[in-house]
């Protein structure tokens, strides 16, 4: 659940399941991808977006959920989705899943055609629970959640921004390379390693610093990682590009001991690429920068299973520092 402290600080918080079961990449693996199907299965939305039941479309989809299942004990998939009931698109499948799924504890694997076949029952039995209450609840709740969370961040920005002439944000992105989660086990580090890169930040840069949100991810490829928004008064401080590859390095070389990566998001190519990009700086306010400020929110803001699952131990996984100093006199 997304908590929302609107007027000193902002504190997103999201509740971690009791996971039961040992989580192994392989799950991970396979959470990953049915979270990605049963998204693209989704009726609910918005113009566009809602879903085609068009018998083509209908097939694409079953086959898409069929390869997940083919080849997976019909037991373990249900074990394996109760790990992420936390995520509505799951929640919702726990519903729709057939009765010889929850009756019986079967061990048999499936061949292509059984889990077609298998799919294409899970399929209609979601599109009757996505069209009914329970469906529409849970997940119109959870968007009701990231937009909450979102709009809490931009005024904050905004805030921000009306007190400082010139805003500098900083978006960079920090991780860990493969050799290192090799041989250890970063994703019990990260919170230590962002504890010590902001003490390193506010050290370096006293004058300057303003305040950050940091969202703690995990990828199946990636691991654990953040993605970090960092704001400084843009009148005491200058080139953002240099500044945000300064604090990677820090990420990098000092705390991680060169165990580290980081990506850049105030590079200019990189925020090229963006009609409305909230990094940089920023010495005006108009619809545009408000805009970019959405954007950024946005994306710090989005609900994700696997972190979830994978590192129950950290309770909140967006933390912010947001608080607006009081005004000169």
Request: hydrophobic letters at 40%.
């Amino acid at each position: 659940m997304f908590v929302d402290l609107m007027e000193s600080h902002v504190d997103c918080a999201i509740e971690s399941p009791q996971c039961v079961l040992t989580v192994d990449k392989g799950t991970l693996v396979w959470l990953e991808q049915l979270q990605s199907a049963l998204q693209s299965t989704c009726p609910i939305g918005r113009g566009r977006k809602k879903l085609s039941m068009t018998p083509h479309a209908r097939v694409r989809r079953a086959k898409k959920l069929s390869a997940l299942l083919e080849g997976m004990a019909l037991s373990e998939v249900i074990e394996r989705v109760r790990l992420g009931k936390s995520d509505p698109h799951i929640a919702c499948l726990d519903r729709a899943l057939p009765s010889i799924l929850k009756d019986k504890s079967m061990t048999e694997h499936l061949s292509s055609g059984a889990a077609l076949t298998l799919a294409m029952e899970i399929l209609d039995g979601l599109m009757i629970v996505y069209a009914s209450w329970f469906g529409r609840s849970k997940i119109d709740n959870a968007r009701r959640e990231r937009e909450r969370a979102c709009g809490a961040l931009v005024k904050r920005m905004l805030a921000f921004k009306r007190r400082y002439p010139k805003l500098m944000v900083i978006r960079l992105d920090v991780g860990y390379g493969k050799q290192y989660a090799a041989h250890t086990d970063p994703s019990h580090e990260i919170l230590d390693h962002w504890s010590e890169l902001l003490d390193l930040i506010k050290d370096d840069f006293a004058k300057s610093f303003l305040g950050y949100a940091a969202k703690f991810e995990y990828g199946v490829r990636k691991g654990p990682h953040m993605h970090l928004m960092l704001l400084f008064n843009g009148s005491k401080v200058r080139q953002d590009v240099t500044i945000a590859r300064l604090i990677g390095e820090l990420w990098k070389n000092k705390v991680t001991k060169g165990a580290g990566l980081y990506h850049n998001s105030n590079e200019p190519n990189y925020k090229a690429r963006f009609t409305y990009c909230g990094v940089g700086v920023f010495s005006g306010l108009d619809d545009a920068t408000i805009a970019g400020f959405q954007r950024v929110a946005d994306y710090l803001a989005k609900r994700e299973l696997l972190v979830r699952v994978a590192m129950p131990h950290l309770g909140r996984v967006l933390r912010t520092g947001l608080v607006l100093p009081p005004a000169p006199v």
